[in-house]
């Protein structure tokens, strides 16, 4: 039971656009949602989190959009700029829950210059 | 500051041998994770430990997997005997907050360790 879902495993953009990452989640018991970014032989890195009590969050270039009655939130990245091309990985908790975190598939992303 | 540590990074191994794998998470971090990433899927939690106790080892599968969290630093994950099914990468993560609170929950992961069956 896939809790937690990217369903796009990859992402092609042009460098200074804007890049787009989905996740939809089924447990309304998450409430703290976060994306991680992972280069190769590298181990995950926490980029931005949102909690269920706020729609957006902003960090620079990362904002994080939640719709919590679609059950979906987004990452958007604007400029995207070469160096962000990786693996995205979304993951969700429910901190009433041990805080354990349930991650998505990933989503390749490539930042053509 | 210094990340997590993980050793080894890589090791290939036949099935049925055994295997074990360390952790050194950061510093004052109370909480441990050790995490299973098979390839083309996202880190599933495998056992969460809080200082030297187990807080959720629901997914770790006991028959053949164990780990443990001596003096609640440095934690050791062992396979026996190992399935070709076990190749992964198995990750290591360390955060602040402790279980029950509502501090920041930011996992920080070491780079992992290349499991290959054979």
């Known amino acids: 039971d896939q809790q937690v879902k990217q369903n796009s495993p990859s992402l092609s953009v042009q460098e200074g656009r804007i890049s787009i990452l989905n996740c939809d989640y089924t447990?309304?018991?998450?409430?703290?949602f976060l994306w991680y970014k992972k280069y190769p032989a590298e181990g995950p890195t926490f980029l931005i989190s949102?909690?269920?009590?706020?729609d957006k969050n902003e960090d620079g270039r990362f904002t994080v959009f939640l719709n919590k009655s679609a059950k979906h939130l987004s990452l958007h990245i604007v400029p995207s700029q070469p160096g962000d091309s990786a693996v995205y990985f979304c993951a969700a908790s429910a901190r009433s829950r041990m805080d354990k975190l349930v991650f998505g598939a990933g989503t390749i992303l490539r930042v053509k210059s | 500051e210094a990340g997590v540590a993980q050793s080894p990074r890589y090791k290939i191994i036949e099935k049925r041998q055994s295997v074990a794998f360390w952790c050194n998470p950061i510093s004052g971090h109370a909480t441990l994770y050790w995490y299973q990433q098979i390839l083309g899927q996202g880190p599933k939690l495998l056992i969460q430990?809080?200082?030297?106790?187990?807080?959720?080892d629901s997914q770790l599968p006991k028959d053949r997997f164990s780990a443990e969290r001596l003096k609640g630093v440095d934690s050791t994950l062992k396979i026996q005997p190992a399935k070709l099914e076990d190749s992964a990468v198995y990750l290591c993560?360390?955060?602040?907050?402790?279980?029950?609170?509502?501090?920041?929950?930011?996992?920080?992961f070491g780079p992992g360790t290349r499991l290959t069956v054979l």
């Open positions: 447990n309304s018991m998450f409430d703290y």
């Open positions: 430990f809080q200082n030297n106790g187990v807080v959720d």
């Open positions: 949102i909690s269920s009590i706020k």
């Open positions: 993560a360390s955060s602040l907050a402790t279980f029950g609170t509502s501090g920041n929950n930011e996992q920080f």
